[in-house]
Structure formats: structure tokens, C-alpha cells
């Protein structure tokens, strides 16, 4: 096993438990680690400098930032590809893998790509792969083999990470970045009163207390103390990733227990941003061989994990941050050989050594020979969540970076800490105090008199812009862009930060431009003549922070219906079919059996998914009429009728029957699919058009469980269950309503309808007893034959009879003349919905028809959708098709050009095999009985 | 996801809600021109700024109700 050679004596901050020894292996081998380190922090204890290799010249990489936004890290663990390896934390056992080498991360053939990189300019692929065309496929293979990121596994995701998350939360306050500006603003504004939540997206709060000196370890235990005993809710390895309208604010959560990430959405009163600042890299030759890290990583490695990044070190320092990194090398023992300051106008000309630093070069040539170079030259402000919200990013440039412009800021975001100013810690902790108040006043958690918090300005400190050295160097880690790139975009026409961004693909890898973006700009801005503030930036966009997509998907949640029957569809075979929500039995494995039960002898059919509206209310027959293209005024009590809806288009909506149970009673039935939105058609209408008609409007469609009870033989069945109730043709004729008791349930509803075709009463029962009415009639039935039919026997039934499906006979542009309704549309009513559109499509004539059409060769079922060609022109499409076993033909329905409507016609058939088959008009839409014979006996 | 002020449930995450759009006055289907009729149809002034518009609380009071709302900072207040 490999040992902790660079493991340093405790340190003060130190997040390891020396403790908890453990044990994990990255690319094969076994290594140790403390409980707390990271992936990254116990590879280098381990000596380890090389992570990964580089996205386009495969070059080694190390630690650059020693942070989650390390673009030199990114490695497989187990089965889960692009971990961020200075984020991860280890755990026993853990099997890491460098990503994107092969055959190994010492020996990549890939690196190649580094000796004919004079061959990769900006926009290569661009240039390179789109001629010719026809080679595009072979391109794409190979360059797929040469693309970034690990592997991801076909298998589920490991036992222990069962699912993903989702979780709503309402804060008063929420505050996004956990450092001493963030927890001071949130231990204000939960003392004010309000709910408060804090994210942050590290592992522990403090932000760069932690890796400070004893007075800002002092200072963090403080805060950490007050914040314990605030009631503040700490979200830790959680990320803030994008704000959006009415501050709905969206966090991934990571490192929970059995969920692999969960997505918690928050819609927060007031949005606290205080996100800190991001060291940001210098420009110069050989800035990413492994040994040249920020500052501010070397700090992290030393403080925290307790890790000598080196033995030698030279330093660019232009602020007192680079400066206290001297002070850190110097005490962990590491020999600080030169210290180059940036503010005196001191510069370093190149990095020497390829697979790790060997030295420097100054300028003037002079050389140094060093295993780890550090550069502290400024920071990048990350003010993404602020531009989300609507602030423009001004430049300073005496600050040397972006600020967020406070006027443009809605008044519920408020920012604090670094993205607003500089100043000494008290300074930052009163400017933030005074921000977490302000933003529980205008939370409402105090009360409405309470004035304004006053926040103090916060300074802001003079920085030399440093931006890039005198030779060109890496400016996107992750993406392998270099100034040399940019220069090229420009030269080429790309001056702009957005075009060049896209043309070189600088910003576009996993660091997301939080490391070089400002460089990007600064090197375009020089290279175009221009300022910084002319220049503009590239637009941050949400996510700030990776998302997996599982998160933002959740957890597998998918309600169904199941009707009261369910149990006994599934004791019976039924095969089952998802019908919007429903769960319904398309069968029950003899479809054409169920078929000829139902023509010769009886069937029962389980119809609750029909949508049911209970109307009650003396205005129901102006609704009715107003909805329904035909008429409605003289609906008896103890009739149904049936009725289309158009929509104001004349399109047709939706069917079903309605019967008039009392006088002001009565029971609407929509489709299925058509169940909810018929319920928001009629609520339209009511409460924006009609607020003055009396109509009270239930949706019962659960409340029933309804049968439907088809054959010739079904008045004799239900004569056995139904006691009360007059079933003799003349009691209770064809489209008649009756109310009663059924199987001893009483307030069931029964009406003579006929969708099948054959003599047929409906039943709605009490959704509790329909188990049991079913089962009665079954148990009744046994010597007339009842068996159960699904839904694919109805609907070969209902093609035989020629009765249409909304939506399947129709689509989103069939009027109703089109849909063969012409009988039922009542144009001499004064109004209905969708009327003054079909007054013009009759006087147009409709351009198609539904017809009934059999195809000559009987054996011959054409696929629904199938077209129907004339002349090598569409002019027409079959809509329903099927097998029917009356008749032992096929038979169809079609929407077909008016031209072809008339009976006889003789059309053809385009199959999707491309085999084209005549087939000629019926006289009528029905097949089976047009006279209708069978359902009034 | 922004919020709509339901004058009924307070305010509440639009995903609740069914959008309903401009409302556009229903001419008299007994005088109305195609083209009067097929204005009401199909054209809305989508307008950059204040808007009325019209929201559904589907999964709430089931009330139909008219909000404003602007249409460039999404900002919503009851009319
Ligand atoms: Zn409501």
C-alpha cells in the first residue's frame, strides 16, 4: 500500500479525523486516507500530483484549485463517471479511476493530440470534420472515442443509492454560500424572526475562515456557535444552481444517505446571495503542468487536509491572500525559493518541465528550479445567481473584477459578502448582519413598522488587473483553450465573447466559466482594441452547478387509476392497458370470443374511467344547449340523449350521453380521455360567460363504477339483479334513464344506450359495491353465457356498428360536419359553442367525410393511419381498422377528401409495406345493423 | 415558476394552474363576420408589458381568475 508521504503534522483547521484510518483504491492500487479527505486530498498526502488528462491534447493534470471547480480532478468512482475528485469525500473501499486515458493515465496514446497540436487551432472541429459530408458518420466514431467524461454503467444505480429526491421547502430567508457573510446574514435574519435556510456547497461552513489564521479560526468557531443555536437549517455539499422568477430557488443536495442527489425547490421570501469569491488562474506558458496551483488551493491542501503540495516553491503574489500563502508554504516546511510581486510589476515568463514542474523562468531569463509554482492574481466574483435575477455585471477596474449593479436587483435578493466589497472581517460581519435583517424585514417576519435595515458600504480593495503573462498559456483547464485560441477567434472574425466562446468552446466545459471567464474576456477585449466593460460578458445561465438529470427528475412517480373491478380483471387475465391514468383490461385473451358473446348471447364491460358530471340547478338546459351542437331544451325526465361538443372552432371536443334524472337533475357522461378537461370546459363556461346561470357542477366520475351490459340477452340478466325497475321495451325504451336498485345497491343509475350496437343498459353503481354488482351479474348470468369483455372487443363492437372515437375518428381539425355529424347538428339553434364556424362549414361544404370503407380483400387489415392515395395525392387516411369477427371481414373507417366520400367509391390503400390495396365506400358507417334493429329490441 | 395570486388560496406556484390567456370578448354569433369571429379565435395583442390575462387554479379552488401580469419582468399583480 502506498504511504502518507506528504502528510503534514496536525494543523489547527484540519477537517480529517486521524482517527478514522481507511483504505481506497484509485486505478487498481490501494491507498490510505483519513476520514475527511477528499479524493484528491488523499491521493496528493500520497504524493499523487497527475488526476486526469487533458480534454483535447490529453496533458497531465493536477491540482489547480484544490476545490469542487478543480478542472484536473474529474474522475470515475465505481460506476459513476465525472465525479469532482477535490469535492468527493472517501469512503472505505472506494474504487476511484482516472477518466478518459488509455491504455493508463502514465501512458495515453491520445497525447498524441499534444505533438500535432499545431494540427487542433480554434474552431477544429469546425474546420476540419464537416467536408466531406458523407464522411460525417466515420468522423463522428472517431471522435466519440477521443471525447471527455467516464463511463457510464447500463445497470441501475447501486443498491444503496436507491432513487433520487425532490423536496418542497418555503424559508423566510434563504442564503446561498455558507462563509462568514453568509452565516452571519442568516443567524440575523432567523434572529429577526424569520425561517432561514443556508446552503452551502462544501462540506463544512466557514468559507476561507477555514484555511485562515488562529483569529479567523476564532471567528469561525464563533459563528459556528451562534449559527448552532440560531434554528438555522444548514444544507452542506448543496448548491444554490439557479434562481428564477419569484425567487423559486432550485439547490441540488448531495451526500445523503440511500438518495444518489436530491433537488430541493424552494420558493424563499427574501434570496441572501453570498456566494464568496473564486481565485482565478493566470495566463502563462505551462499553467497547467501539474505543481502550478492558486493560492488558494495550496491554503485548502495545507489547512485543511494537512498536505506538504510541495517542496519547493516559487510564488506570484499580488495580493495579501498570495502573500498569507507564503506565510502557510513556509510554516508546512515547504522552501518558498522566490516570491515574484505582481503589485511591484515582477512577472513569470513560462513554467519549465512537462509532466510536473521543474522550475520557472523570469523575466530577464533567469531561471529557478521549483516543484510547485503558485499564482495569486485576483477573483473572479461569481454573480450568477444575482444576473439570474436581473442585475447586469458591471466591471471595476481598479478592483480588477465584475460587481453586481444593486439597482437592477429585485427588491426580495439581496447580496452579501465578497460579490458586494472587500474590508476587514468586522466590516463583512456588519455589512452582512445588516443584510440578513433587511432581508427578514422584507420576508414580513418582522413587523411591518420596523424600518429599514441601514447597510453600511463595504470597501473595496484596489487590485492590479492580472490577467495573463507575457507567453500564451491555457485559459479554459477543462476545455484545453488557449490565448493562443482566442487570439485565433478574433483574428477570424469572432470578437465578440459570445461568438468566441462558442467558436473556441472556452467556458463551455465542466468548470463553466467560473475560473475563466474573466480571462476570456480580458484576452478578447485586448486583442480587439477594447475595455473590459466593452467587451461584455458571456451570460451565466442555470445550472450554476451540475445537475444530474435523475435529480431534476425525480423519484418515479406516476399515479394510476384502478376502478373498483380491478381485482377481479386481474384474478381473470385480463391484459391490462394504460388509458390516460386508467389501468383497464384491453382483454381478457380471446378478443373476437368477447366480440361474439356479445352479438349472440350478453357481456359486461367495466366503463367507469367514463367521465360523469352531476348537473343540478334550474339553468342545466341553457348549459346543455349552449355546449352540445344539438338540442336540448325538451329533454324529458327519464331520457338520455346523446350529444357532440365543438369547440369555438367547430372542432369536435368531445361525446357522450346526458339523461335527465329530475327536474332540475341531471348526469352528464364524457369520454374517458375526456373526463377532466370537459369538466374545466364546462366550469369555463359557467364562471367566465355565464356567471348568472344557476348550475352546481359535480364531477362523480369515482363516484360510480359503471358496467356496461351489452347482447341480446342482457334485458334477461338484468332482469335477475334488478327488482323495481320495469325492463320491458315499452317501460324502458331505447335512450331512457332509470333510477334504482341494483344487486340490492340502491342509487344506481341505469340507461339504455347502445355504443356496441346491441340491446345495452349502463349501469352506474355506488363506486363501492361495483365488485360486487359485477360479480352478481356474472354469477346470474352463468347459464346465458355472460362473459366479460375488454376494451378491444368494444372496440371492434363500436367498428361494426360505425360509431366514432373522439380523437381517434376525429383529430385537433376535424369540424363536425367532417366527423358525419350532420344529422345531429342543430344550425337553427340561436347559439351554441362552435356554431358560427360550422354555419360556414356548411356553406362551404365540408373538404373531408368520415366513411365506412371495407377493403375488397376482406383478409386485408390496413394499419390505422394508413393513407389513402388517388392520383398520387393524399386524400385521406384510415382512422379505425380492425378484424371484425361478425362479419368476417376487415372493416374500417376513414376520413376521406369529400370528392371520395360517396358510397361505392373505389379508393386505395397505402399499407405501411408499401403495398397498395383497393377498398371501396359503404353506404353507411355502420357494418353490423345500420338500421339499428339490434339496439332498440 | 412564478406565482399567481389565486384571490381564493392566496398566492400560489403557477404549476397549479392552467393558463387561460388573454381574454378575448365572445362577439354575437348571430352578427359576427369570419372575420370578428376568427379575431376572437385566434389573435391576442401580446403585449410586452402589463397584460390581463386569465388562469385556471386547476389543482386548487378550481375558480377561473384574471390576473395581471408583465410580460417582460413577469411581474403579477391582482387586477
Ligand atoms: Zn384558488
Known amino acids: ?937 | 415558476m412564478i406565482l399567481i395570486p389565486c384571490p381564493w388560496c392566496g398566492s400560489r406556484d403557477a404549476g397549479e394552474f392552467a393558463y387561460g390567456g388573454e381574454p378575448t370578448p365572445r362577439p354575437d354569433p348571430r352578427t359576427a363576420t369570419r372575420e370578428q369571429w376568427r379575431g376572437y379565435l385566434y389573435l391576442r395583442n401580446n403585449v410586452a408589458g402589463w397584460t390581463t390575462e386569465r388562469w385556471y387554479h386547476r389543482m386548487g379552488c378550481r375558480r377561473y381568475l384574471t390576473v395581471q401580469r408583465n410580460t417582460v419582468t413577469n411581474e403579477v399583480r391582482q387586477p
Open chain 1, 1 to 937: 500500500m502506498k504511504r502518507q508521504t506528504r502528510r503534514l503534522d496536525r494543523q489547527p483547521g484540519e477537517v480529517i479525523d486521524r482517527g478514522s484510518p481507511l483504505e481506497f483504491g484509485w486505478n487498481g492500487r490501494s491507498y490510505p486516507a483519513y476520514a475527511g479527505d477528499t479524493i484528491a486530498s488523499a491521493l496528493a498526502a500520497c504524493g499523487e500530483r497527475v488526476f486526469s488528462r487533458s480534454f483535447k491534447y490529453h496533458r497531465r493534470r493536477g491540482l489547480l484549485t484544490a476545490s469542487y471547480t478543480d478542472p484536473g480532478c474529474i474522475v470515475q468512482v465505481g460506476d459513476e463517471p465525472n465525479v469532482r475528485g477535490a469535492h468527493r469525500l472517501v469512503t472505505p473501499g472506494m474504487d476511484v479511476r482516472s477518466q478518459d486515458t488509455w491504455p493508463s493515465l502514465a501512458f495515453d496514446v491520445k497525447a498524441a493530440n499534444e505533438l500535432v497540436g499545431r494540427f487542433l487551432p480554434a474552431g477544429f472541429y469546425y474546420k476540419t470534420f464537416i467536408r466531406p459530408r458523407p464522411l460525417w458518420p466515420t468522423y463522428e466514431r472517431v471522435l466519440r472515442r477521443f471525447s471527455h467524461g467516464g463511463v457510464v454503467s447500463p445497470d441501475p444505480l447501486s443498491p444503496e443509492l436507491s432513487s433520487y429526491d425532490k423536496r418542497q421547502v418555503h424559508p423566510d430567508v434563504l442564503v446561498a454560500g455558507g462563509g462568514p457573510a453568509g452565516m452571519t446574514a442568516a443567524v440575523a435574519a432567523a434572529r429577526a424572526g424569520a425561517r432561514v435556510m443556508l446552503v452551502e456547497e462544501e462540506h463544512s461552513l466557514g468559507g476561507h475562515l477555514r484555511w485562515g489564521d488562529k483569529a479567523d479560526l476564532a471567528a469561525l468557531h464563533d459563528l459556528r456557535s451562534l449559527l448552532a443555536a440560531s434554528g438555522v437549517e444548514v444544507l452542506t455539499n448543496s448548491v444554490v444552481f439557479g434562481r428564477y422568477d419569484h425567487n423559486h430557488v432550485a439547490i441540488v443536495q448531495r451526500g445523503l444517505p440511500h438518495v444518489y442527489e436530491r433537488l430541493v425547490k424552494a420558493r424563499a421570501k427574501t434570496l441572501v446571495v453570498s456566494p464568496g469569491l473564486i481565485e482565478r488562474p493566470y495566463v502563462f506558458a505551462g499553467n497547467d503542468v501539474p505543481g502550478v496551483m492558486l493560492s488558494t488551493a495550496v491554503r485548502r491542501l495545507i489547512n485543511l487536509y494537512a498536505v506538504k503540495p510541495g517542496d519547493r516553491a516559487v510564488v506570484l503574489t499580488a495580493n495579501p491572500q498570495g502573500d498569507a500563502a507564503v506565510v502557510d508554504l513556509e510554516r508546512a516546511g515547504v522552501e518558498v525559493a522566490h516570491v515574484v510581486d505582481a503589485r511591484g510589476g515582477d512577472d513569470l515568463v513560462r513554467v519549465l518541465g512537462r509532466g510536473g514542474v521543474k522550475g520557472v523562468e523570469l523575466v530577464g531569463g533567469h531561471r529557478i528550479e521549483c516543484d510547485l509554482v503558485v499564482t495569486a492574481v485576483g477573483w473572479t466574483a461569481p454573480l450568477t445567481l444575482l444576473t439570474m435575477a436581473g442585475t447586469v455585471a458591471a466591471y471595476d477596474s481598479r478592483a480588477a473584477r465584475y460587481f453586481p449593479g444593486t439597482a437592477t436587483l429585485p427588491d426580495d435578493v439581496l447580496p452579501a459578502g465578497g460579490v458586494v466589497g472587500d474590508g476587514t472581517l468586522d466590516e463583512l460581519v456588519a455589512h452582512a448582519d445588516a443584510v440578513g435583517r433587511e432581508a427578514a424585514r422584507r420576508a414580513g417576519s418582522m413587523s411591518r413598522r420596523e424600518p429599514a435595515a441601514e447597510i453600511p458600504a463595504l470597501p473595496v480593495d484596489a487590485h492590479p488587473e492580472l490577467f495573463h503573462g507575457p507567453t500564451h498559456g491555457i485559459v479554459d483547464f477543462s476545455e484545453d483553450v488557449s490565448s493562443r485560441d482566442l487570439l485565433t477567434a478574433v483574428e477570424e472574425g469572432y470578437s465578440s465573447a459570445e461568438l468566441a466562446k462558442r467558436y473556441t468552446t472556452a467556458t463551455m466545459g465542466p468548470t463553466q466559466g467560473k475560473l475563466e471567464s474573466v480571462n476570456v474576456v480580458a484576452i478578447i477585449a485586448e486583442a480587439t482594441g477594447r475595455t473590459i466593460s466593452q467587451t461584455g460578458t458571456t451570460t451565466w445561465r442555470p445550472p450554476y452547478a451540475p445537475v444530474t438529470l435523475g435529480a431534476l427528475a425525480g423519484r418515479h412517480r406516476e399515479p394510476v387509476r384502478y376502478s373498483p373491478m380491478h381485482p377481479w380483471h386481474e384474478r381473470h387475465g385480463a391484459a391490462p392497458l394504460v388509458a390516460g391514468a386508467w389501468i383497464r383490461p384491453d382483454h381478457y385473451g380471446d378478443p373476437a370470443g368477447e366480440v361474439l358473446a356479445v352479438r349472440e348471447r350478453v357481456g359486461i364491460i367495466d366503463v367507469t374511467p367514463i367521465g360523469k358530471l352531476d348537473l343540478r340547478g334550474p339553468d342545466v338546459p341553457k348549459l346543455l344547449n349552449l355546449l352540445y351542437v344539438n338540442r336540448w331544451s325538451k329533454l324529458e325526465v327519464g331520457r338520455v340523449r346523446y350529444g357532440v361538443m365543438c369547440a369555438e372552432d367547430g372542432v369536435v371536443l368531445d361525446d357522450g350521453v346526458t339523461g335527465r334524472l329530475g327536474d332540475q337533475h341531471y348526469l352528464m357522461s364524457t369520454t374517458s380521455s375526456g373526463a377532466a378537461s370537459v369538466w374545466e370546459w364546462v366550469e369555463s363556461w359557467l364562471q367566465t360567460e355565464h356567471p348568472g346561470w344557476q348550475v352546481h357542477v359535480t364531477p362523480v366520475t369515482t363516484s360510480y363504477a359503471s358496467i356496461n351490459v351489452a347482447g341480446p340477452r342482457s334485458r334477461e340478466l338484468l332482469g335477475r339483479v334488478v327488482a323495481e325497475i320495469d325492463l320491458t321495451p315499452q317501460a324502458f325504451p331505447y335512450m331512457h334513464v332509470r333510477t334504482g336498485r341494483v344487486a340490492g345497491v340502491d342509487g344506481c343509475v341505469l340507461w339504455r344506450i347502445g355504443f356496441t350496437g346491441e340491446l345495452s343498459f349502463e349501469l352506474h353503481v355506488p363506486a363501492s359495491y361495483g365488485l360486487h354488482v359485477w360479480e352478481t351479474l356474472l354469477d346470474s348470468g352463468n347459464d346465458l353465457g355472460v362473459r366479460a369483455f375488454g376494451i378491444e372487443a368494444q372496440r371492434i363492437l363500436r367498428l361494426e356498428k360505425g360509431h366514432l372515437i373522439v380523437g381517434q375518428d376525429t383529430d385537433g381539425l376535424t369540424q363536425a360536419f367532417s366527423a358525419g355529424l350532420d344529422g345531429l347538428i342543430r344550425l337553427d339553434k340561436d347559439d351554441f359553442v362552435g356554431r358560427s364556424e360550422l354555419v360556414w362549414q356548411a356553406e362551404a361544404a365540408a373538404e373531408s367525410r368520415l366513411v365506412g370503407l371495407h377493403p375488397n380483400d376482406a383478409s386485408v387489415v390496413p394499419e390505422e393511419g394508413s393513407q389513402l392515395i388517388e392520383a398520387g395525392v393524399i386524400c385521406g387516411r384510415v382512422t379505425s381498422s380492425r378484424w371484425s369477427p361478425t362479419l368476417h371481414r376487415s372493416i374500417c373507417l376513414a376520413q376521406v377528401a369529400t370528392e371520395f366520400a360517396e358510397p361505392g367509391t373505389l379508393v386505395t390503400v397505402r399499407l405501411p409495406d408499401g403495398r397498395s390495396v383497393p377498398a371501396t365506400v359503404t353506404e353507411h358507417l355502420a357494418s353490423v345493423d345500420p338500421e339499428g334493429a339490434r339496439l332498440r329490441g
